[in-house]
């Protein structure tokens, strides 16, 4: 069964450079560029897993992160952030995120960090 994958980024080049790298491994069924476009979406979709960038405007994925895991307590999630942003990555931690990459990202680095999360939130 191929994973189905939610790519939630403000930046356009972030989104696109997230789904190239997971087009030839998971279906990425959708993409969002803010919080509260990933809920729609993950209300929507309802996919296996979703990468979240942090930073985002409107509705952060930190606030994201904890209105889609009270949907759904078991939704996966892997959260995109930049290096100086560490606080704010044990922050989503502490909601349940259940994985992170910092950006810049090597290819092989997200893949393994989505199979990793994958797996834990199977169990």
């Given amino acids: 069964m191929t994973l189905n994958v939610l790519v939630v980024d403000d930046s356009s080049f972030q989104r696109s450079m997230i789904c190239e790298t997971l087009a030839s491994w998971v279906d ?3 993409t969002a560029e803010n919080g509260i476009e990933a809920v729609e979406q993950y209300e929507s979709h309802k ?3 979703v990468t979240m960038d942090i930073m985002m405007p409107e509705m952060n994925g930190i606030k994201a992160l904890r209105v889609i895991k009270e949907i759904s307590p078991n939704a996966t999630i892997v959260m995109l952030t930049s290096v100086s942003q560490k606080e704010k990555m044990r922050k989503a ?3 349940g995120a259940d994985g992170y990459i910092t950006k810049p990202f090597d290819s092989q680095e997200l893949i393994d960090e989505i199979d990793d999360a994958h797996e834990v939130g199977v169990k």
Avoid: E, N, Q
């Fill in 93 to 95: 931690a502490r909601h």
């Fill in 28 to 30: 990425v069924i959708g």
């Fill in 47 to 49: 996919p296996d897993l």
